[in-house]
């Protein structure tokens, strides 16, 4: 009923940049906080970027001055704007959200949920 599907990924030159996006749909009451994190093979789950539904962004010490993460409130869209890519960037990107649902078959008190995209590829090569 609630989903985020991502799209953006590929495969890139060191140095270039891609542009991630995520929208969420369904029954959707409100979205609150949005974030992408990564995903590469031997490292732990990161937290890339997020925002709040206020606007507040954070980043990891890793991307910061690289990446700009940014939500359109109206079409339930994150996005992630990412530059100067290095190959330590190279990742599995997933987004990530944070969704009250309206749906009535749900009971209120269980109507809070934590939403993944089903991930997108970033391969920046050197």
């Known amino acids: 009923q609630v989903q985020l599907v991502e799209s953006g990924g590929g495969s890139v030159q060191a140095g270039g940049s891609l542009r991630l996006s995520c929208a969420a749909s369904?029954?959707?009451?409100?979205?609150?906080?949005m974030g992408w994190y990564r995903r590469s093979p031997g490292k732990q789950r990161e937290l890339v970027a997020a925002i709040t539904s206020a606007g507040s962004t954070n980043y990891a010490d890793s991307v910061k001055g690289r990446f700009t993460i940014s939500r359109d409130n109206a079409k339930n869209t994150v996005y992630l704007q990412m530059n100067s890519l290095k190959p330590e960037d190279t990742a599995v990107y997933y987004c990530n959200a944070d969704i009250t649902t309206r749906d009535d078959s749900v009971p209120k008190s269980y109507r809070y949920l934590e939403v993944w995209g089903q991930g997108t590829l970033v391969t920046v090569s050197s």
């Open positions: 369904g029954s959707i009451f409100s979205v609150n906080n």
